[in-house]
């Protein structure tokens, strides 16, 4: 997509975005504005808008809470136990990593305990063992029940809890209306893992935890003054993974011996072309010189067009593996490689933690989004495409080069994020932080922005359209005229302002 289109289509974005307000303000159904306003939620998280919070969406969510009973609400908590709130875990990704590593880095006088609002899919061993070893529960809601719903259950279950943590989705409000009141009285902190995208918890967060400070829009573009930097929670083995034979790893996974090895690992979204440039085209000047040498992506599939024409461009040399879960298989491949390339032009944290820990080379380009701090102030990071091509040669050619990054990276890491220093930030979180909730709510309007970061961000959007054409105007207004005056079944009446809102 041009930038000028791109740019259209942000403007479109953002109109609209302000329509579902509109919609909103006319509407005075509660069921259909919690409609209007979760459409509106999922819009701006998965279609860029131009902010990263939105002040309308959050008052909204608060009124609502206000408004719940609290009669049944417990007035003491147990010490030392602490809730993670989930709209659900995954098996795959960094997202859960983090609760999982939390909770076995803390205070072994802790009980954690995780909860789990909209779980549709299996939940991993470990975090289940995990919660078992810190003598927590897993509280499962079910999905099917509506928010407000889901929202009364949280409040009442939350505060018997010392604190709360929230690990939620980016368009959950669950969370917000269950704490959206200073009825609810126990601390929450909000963790920042959707750094780079819009949203929705800022007004019930007593701590915002970041996890780098470098390119961080925390500050600049959600007007939240202090968080805290308490990065991501690393491996407690991080100096002590053991060296696996990478012949009998090859051989085992059906991997060529005599072949230099390149991993890349990231859903397919983190390699969408940006500024007719694509992770795609550097891979394959690295193979254009490097003639001994294979790419495997992991996450990336032949379905995909990118990768199928860059498998057949290359023939044959770089191979689409597919989704693999995290766990023994994926840790095997990774063992397997000689280099490990950062995606691109969206980066990953999970997979260079994954690489230091397992002592390969790693390799990230500067992207607008930005990447961790302790990878950027490392040799793994290069600031031009010609420097990461240029290294990635290095690096498959000598093996003390190889070892030289390893190191560098590694001490770079361990400078900002040992796992001793992250539990001795987490101390004094836990000694600084508020001992009871306070809701900032913020009435001032919605800032919106267009600039290269959130154009760069709305290349990663796949529902954005950039035109209507007659006949989708005509089934809009037929949807509208379906919902505003013809049915009378509420739930059929609900499902047509849905798709009357989906093509506003």
């Not at 975005?17 to 998965?46: G, V």
């Not at 701590?207 to 959600?222: C, E, H, M, W, Y």
């Not at 790419?295 to 024409?309: F, H, Q, R, T, V």
Request: some cysteine; proline content about 4%; charged content about 25%.
């Amino acid at each position: 997509m041009s930038r000028s289109c791109n740019f259209n289509c942000m403007l479109k974005n953002q109109k609209k975005f302000k329509n579902f307000f509109n919609l909103l303000d006319k509407n005075k159904n509660l069921e259909e504005r919690l409609c209007i306003a979760q459409k509106a939620l999922s819009f701006a998280t998965y279609n860029n808008v131009g902010c990263f919070v939105s002040n309308v969406l959050e008052n909204f969510y608060c009124d609502i809470a206000e408004s719940l009973p609290v009669d049944n609400i417990p007035q003491t908590y147990e010490p030392d136990t602490v809730l993670h709130v989930m709209t659900l875990s995954h098996l795959i990704g960094g997202h859960t990593r983090v609760v999982e590593k939390w909770i076995n880095l803390a205070p072994e006088r802790q009980k954690h305990s995780v909860a789990l609002l909209n779980q549709t899919c299996e939940i991993s061993k470990k975090l289940k063992d995990n919660v078992k070893n810190k003598n927590g529960e897993l509280y499962i809601f079910n999905p099917n029940d509506d928010i407000i719903k889901k929202a009364e259950k949280l409040r009442k279950l939350a505060a018997g809890f010392e604190y709360v943590v929230l690990h939620i989705h980016m368009d959950d409000p669950c969370a917000l209306i269950a704490f959206g009141t200073e009825k609810f009285r126990r601390p929450v902190l909000f963790f920042n893992h959707a750094d780079h995208l819009f949203w929705i918890g800022k007004s019930i967060s007593d701590v915002v935890l970041d996890f780098r400070t470098i390119k961080s829009i925390t500050k600049a573009r959600r007007g939240i003054k202090t968080p805290y930097l308490l990065g991501i929670p690393p491996e407690m083995e991080i100096a002590h993974a053991k060296p696996c034979d990478k012949s009998l790893l090859r051989a085992e996974l059906n991997l060529p011996q005599n072949k230099k090895i390149i991993l890349t690992v990231g859903s397919n979204f983190k390699f969408t072309p940006f500024k007719n440039k694509s992770f795609i085209n550097y891979a394959i000047k690295i193979l254009n010189k490097e003639q001994s040498a294979l790419l495997y992506a992991i996450g990336p599939s032949m379905e995909d067009k990118m990768w199928k024409e860059g498998c057949e461009q290359t023939n044959g040399r770089i191979i689409p593996l597919g989704p693999i879960s995290y766990g023994e298989i994926y840790f095997k491949y990774l063992q397997a490689a000689d280099l490990i390339l950062d995606s691109w032009p969206m980066s990953g944290g999970t997979v260079v933690m994954d690489a230091i820990l397992f002592n390969k080379p790693v390799l990230s380009l500067d992207n607008e989004i930005g990447q961790l701090d302790y990878v950027i102030k490392s040799k793994s990071f290069a600031k031009t495409q010609e420097e990461f091509i240029e290294k990635a040669l290095k690096l498959l050619e000598s093996r003390s080069a190889a070892q030289e990054f390893v190191e560098d990276l590694k001490k770079n890491y361990l400078i900002e994020n040992d796992f001793k220093l992250w539990q001795e930030r987490l101390r004094i979180l836990q000694e600084t932080m508020p001992k009871i909730h306070v809701v900032k709510r913020d009435f001032s309007d919605d800032i919106y922005n267009i600039d290269d970061y959130v154009l760069s961000l709305s290349m990663f959007k796949s529902e954005m359209q950039c035109t209507k054409n007659p006949c989708t105007m005509f089934f809009h207004y037929f949807k509208y005229l379906l919902y505003k005056y013809v049915i009378n079944n509420k739930k059929r009446k609900i499902h047509y302002l849905e798709l009357f809102i989906s093509d506003l």
